[in-house]
């Protein structure tokens, strides 16, 4: 049985994943349950070698949502840069929601991700 913690990050998280036209979102929340830490830096490159076209001010507002409206990842804040990881307590939730969003279509999103625009 779902806690009412869990049950509210997994409202958020289906109403941030509706709104992902191209699969950014999806390929983001992919990234973050490798289970290490990454800047902003490191998450633009892995998105533009998926082939999205975004600049950095767009994935630094992303990385940031996820962070604070959603209260899924933990922020290292370093000397010169601020570092990412996903919150333990939510990697179950963010599995079963990606397993079924990949069966079962959001409203307006899409499976292809790569080469189109996307602007945030």
């Known amino acids: 049985m779902i806690n009412n913690v ?3 990050v997994e409202k ?3 109403k941030f994943l509706v709104r992902d036209k191209i699969g950014i979102r999806k ?3 992919s990234l973050f349950l490798q289970a290490r830490n990454y800047t902003t830096c490191e998450v633009y490159d892995y998105l533009k070698k998926q082939g999205f ?3 950095y001010r767009c994935v630094s507002s992303m990385v940031g949502q996820m962070h604070t409206r959603l209260g899924i990842l ?3 804040l370093m000397r010169k840069h601020r570092s990412y990881s996903l919150k333990e307590d939510h990697r179950n939730i963010i599995q079963m929601i990606l397993t079924t969003s990949t069966s079962t279509t959001f409203p307006g999103s899409s499976s292809h991700f790569s080469n189109y625009q996307y602007n945030y």
């Open 27 to 29: 390929c983001l929340l």
């Open 12 to 14: 958020r998280l289906l």
């Open 6 to 8: 869990e049950e509210s």
């Open 74 to 76: 933990h922020i290292y």
């Open 53 to 55: 076209e975004v600049n």
